[in-house]
């Protein structure tokens, strides 16, 4: 494989805010985490005792989106002071309970993903949490405003469906969850 032309060219830093940085390298333009923060990105999986499975996920007012997005639970990695040492299955069992509600019992790390490398530098590492306990009502930190959605599986497409019809945001990791076999359900 060929790099691009541009790839050894000195990077940039053209504007860094508290949480991302804006920077060039020749002709291209990205944005990236600032201070060398991650991301971690949760696929809560809660069963009933039928069998039912279910996802957990949440929705909130997406400001750059100017809307309401549907997303699985997600969070900063090391984004607080002194938590620069953080690792991605700590910061996801934290983002998990404060935005969800549920306690994991078992998180398991996917890989690392990027979602759009094209013009994000950004990657998450991708964790699937099971054995759930509902220990709070979630809803995220003071201002984010949350709202909890317990789906089942069989369920999804058409949550999905009903979703963007009412004129809401999808964010991508959603369609993870919407390919068949991904999960491992039939």
Same mark, same amino acid.
Do not use: C
């Given at each position: ?14 504007? %860094? *805010?508290?949480?991302? @940085? &804006? ?5 291209? #333009?990205?944005?990236?985490?600032? $201070?060398?923060? /991650? ?18 996920l949440v929705s909130q ?22 938590? %620069? *040492?953080?690792?991605? @299955? &700590? ?5 998990? #309970?404060?935005?969800?509600?549920? $306690?994991?019992? /078992? ?39 949350i709202i909890v959605h ?26 993870m969850l919407l390919t ?7």
């Amino acid at each position: 494989m060929q790099k691009d032309r541009d790839a050894d060219l000195p990077e940039i830093v053209q504007w %860094e *805010g508290r949480f991302i @940085t &804006a920077r060039t390298r020749g002709r291209w #333009e990205y944005v990236g985490r600032a $201070r060398g923060i /991650r991301a971690a990105a949760i696929i809560a999986l809660d069963d009933d005792p039928d069998g039912t499975r279910h996802v957990i996920l949440v929705s909130q007012y997406r400001v750059p989106l100017g809307r309401f997005s549907l997303e699985i639970p997600a969070g900063l990695v090391g984004d607080d002071a002194g938590g %620069e *040492g953080e690792e991605a @299955t &700590a910061a996801a069992a934290r983002e998990l #309970e404060e935005e969800t509600g549920y $306690r994991a019992g /078992r998180l398991e790390v996917l890989g690392e993903f990027y979602s759009s490398p094209g013009m994000v530098s950004e990657s998450f590492t991708l964790l699937k949490a099971t054995a759930l306990e509902r220990v709070s009502e979630g809803g995220g930190t003071e201002d984010e405003n949350i709202i909890v959605h317990r789906v089942a599986l069989r369920d999804l497409s058409r949550f999905v469906a009903e979703w963007r019809r009412a004129g809401h945001a999808v964010d991508v990791r959603i369609a993870m969850l919407l390919t068949p076999g991904y999960l491992g359900e039939e």
